[in-house]
């Protein structure tokens, strides 16, 4: 669904990535790990086509990031849910509200879909803050209401950028919880994070395989974690 | 989708789009208060505009109209001299008829200056023919030379070059209002185009949140056109009819007024007001969708 071809990435200054190849399969479960700023971020954003590589091909859904316009793109990211580290809502809005936008501006906003979306509200455990404005959330009720508005349209894929970058370690493995009962629903999983302890407590629930990006490259880290 | 439905769906709204845009109170008043301000000064443009045209128009048709000859001779030599000069205008190609005005149709024009009881048979007054052109017109430098051969005592006085100079400047100030109406339009546009950019620059969160999560450039867009569209309407809605108001109590036409107090709507002319409000829209329509199609393309 996600393919990667022997893409490279360079800013104005100097390469990031180079020689990068993935396949993302259907169901897998994947942590994307490095020191800061090795590119963890861009990766993912090459990964839903917010940036292009500068050589190489990005295959989403079987169409090349670079033939797909911007109409194609806004399709694309309905399949795929992204949750930032630093999660946008619309300031204005109820959390309820925040977590449907999906499938409002997809036109798919429908009586049968609110009771699903309250469902939903109570699995990442913001049932109570329904109404709650963004602004009057905690770091970890923003992460979750990120996941909730991330899987709304039930993505095939799910990529999160440092999901429990902001909260404590109990948040963290709650969250973590909640996107390998996604996997295990069968939606593919990219979690960057710099978290090694994470990654270890996730190895007793899910079959994670573990990308390192180390000197520009990407690397299938070993189960020695 | 249909250009039909397209603008019906954007009248009736989404009420979900028109949400995803934070409200915002002072745009919204600014934007009001231009769309007002400019189909007031519309009205007053399309009043000059209407009223020069009719002015112009009335001006045309007198032209078409007459010249005067007015001869001044001794009195034994008058009957001779107009019929010398009648029969001379009837073989002139392009006027349709001469006619000597009578002694009491002079005593009626004269009557304004000199009181009724004018003893014209005692006074040396000249005699007036009225020349009526066909439309084609007569050449009048050749006129004067064949009527100063026969008719020494004979002035041409052609009403027409005074009256096209005033013809041609209310054409000019016609042509002037429908300028100002043009500019008026090209100033608003600017003004809807600044206030739309301003709210996209101030909602660039809000654009990149929706981009985020897949909404598409058409929807982003429309949830503020919808809004400017509506807001030039209203605006120009308002100033409209206050301009026509400010018209309407102008004080009404006289005869001696001429030109400034003829300024003001007649008859079907009011319909062309009804225009003025959905035009401010389209202008909003076009302004901020152009705007909004060129932020939303530098985004990423």
Redesign the interface.
Known sequence: MIELDNIAYSYGGGELLSEVSLKLAPGSFHFLTGPSGSGKTTFLKLCYGALTPTAGRVQLFGKDVREMDRDDHALARRQIGVVHQDCQFLDHLPVRENVALPLTVSDRDSLEQHSNLKELLTWVGLGHRASALPPELSGGERQRAALARAVIMSPDVVLADEPTGNVDWEMSQRLLQLLVELNKMGKTILIATHDLNLIRSAKHHVQARVLRISGRKLQLAGADL | MSKGLQLSKLIMGDA??D??V??TGFTARLTLFAAGAMAFLTVFALALSLASGRLAARWGDELAQSSTLRISAPEEQMAAQTAAALTVLESTPGIASARALSVDEQRGLLAPWFGPDLPLDSLPIPQLIEIVETEEGYDGAGLRLRLQAEVPGAVLDDHTRWRRPLERAAGRLRLLGWVSIGLIGAATAAMITLAANAALAANA??I????????????IARAFVRRFTLRALLGAAVGTAMGALAVFLLPSAQESGGFLTGLGFQGMSWAFLALIPPLAGVVAYLATGAAARRT??EL?
């Open positions: 979900q789009a949400r995803v934070p409200p969160q809000v990149s949140v929706l981009r985020l999560i897949g909404a598409r450039d058409s929807y939303l393309g990423t």
